[in-house]
């Protein structure tokens, strides 16, 4: 299935099903529906007795062996699970033991006399061998053969693997529309948790994540040196990433800013009255340097297993925003 605000792309898609590429590069943010709308395109390319407009017909041989997760002619490459060690924190690889599969797979006859299929999810997170190895087969690839890469951070993808692909981007729905499905999934919750998720409503909002971030966002408001040090041994022990940590603090502080600039917050609505507050006391050229850190430390928000320290340090920088201003004022 593909979701509703996705449907004008495969409208798009089906004008020009005659000239199709041998490789698709389909992306946007998380929590839109990419990965169905990958797997609809992997289908509707291997249906025997595809619809008017392309679409899959879910009734012929291929569309049986396709729904069973058994279709021969199908490959869909993840990253590996990482197993206990280090959890969410590590991030999971394609490796190129993996790609090397998919080569086998390309060189292929097609069981069933059609196309063969792979299916790349999320492909930046290939690392650089297995990106090299995939680019070999991009280079050249076996005829009938078709890959639908499906990325959330296009920019972390080689520019030599972007160019060999036909790139679609998957659009994020109206306010209206994100709202009316995220109320079906999670009821009065729905406007708060939508927002932080910057409007894309497929998300998966795990209760004891929610109540750290809001536990987070307290102390936030009312910085204190121990209870934040406390906060960063909290999170510590629910072995979250420090990624999840630069999330919820970066979208805490661009809000701050919008506020600084009498705007509305953006992820935090619910939390307009006290960023508006707080943001007359905060040092702005403070505030702008730990943005900028946050970002800078963005890309290991994954590789990095000493979580506790980082925060500690972004917390005490936090901290000093508003000493900063009070000592001068
Ligand atoms: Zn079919």
Request: proline share 6%.
């Amino acid at each position: 299935m593909i979701y509703p605000w996705l449907e004008p792309v495969w409208q798009q898609i089906a004008r020009h099903w005659q000239q199709q590429p041998h490789a698709w590069l389909l992306y946007g943010h998380p929590g839109i529906g990419k990965r169905e709308f990958a797997e609809y395109l992997a289908q509707a390319l291997l249906c025997e007795s595809p619809g008017t407009n392309h679409q899959p017909c879910g009734e012929c041989t291929s569309c049986h062996l396709y729904s069973q997760h058994s279709h021969p002619d199908f490959l869909l490459v993840t990253p590996e699970e990482t197993d206990g060690e280090g959890g969410e924190r590590k991030q999971p690889l394609i490796k190129v033991e993996t790609i090397r599969n998919v080569l086998d797979f390309a060189h292929l006859s097609a069981h069933r006399g059609g196309k063969r299929v792979a299916l790349i999810y999320p492909a930046e997170n290939m690392n650089l061998q297995a990106a090299n190895a995939l680019l070999k087969i991009l280079e050249e690839p076996p005829q009938g053969m078709v890959f639908i890469l499906v990325s959330h951070q296009k920019d972390r993808l080689l520019p030599t693997i972007k160019s060999r692909c036909r790139q679609v981007v998957l659009t994020i729905p109206a306010p209206a529309q994100a709202l009316a499905y995220a109320q079906q999934q999670h009821g009065d919750n729905a406007a708060e948790l939508l927002a932080f998720h910057g409007g894309a409503p497929l998300f998966n909002e795990n209760d004891s994540h929610t109540q750290l971030r809001n536990e987070l966002i307290a102390l936030l408001v009312k910085p204190r040196l121990i209870a934040l040090l406390d906060y960063a041994a909290t999170f510590d022990k629910h072995k979250l990433a420090l990624a999840t940590f630069l999330d919820w603090l970066a979208k805490w502080l661009l809000d701050l800013s919008l506020a600084q600039q009498n705007m509305q917050p953006i992820y935090y609505p619910v939390w307009s009255k006290a960023l508006n507050e707080i943001s007359r006391q905060a040092d702005t050229l403070l505030l702008f340097a730990l943005i900028d850190k946050v970002n800078k430390l963005a890309p290991y928000g994954k590789h990095t297993l000493n979580v506790k320290m980082q925060l500690e340090d972004l917390l005490i920088e936090y901290l000093n925003i508003w000493q900063q201003k009070n000592i001068k004022s």
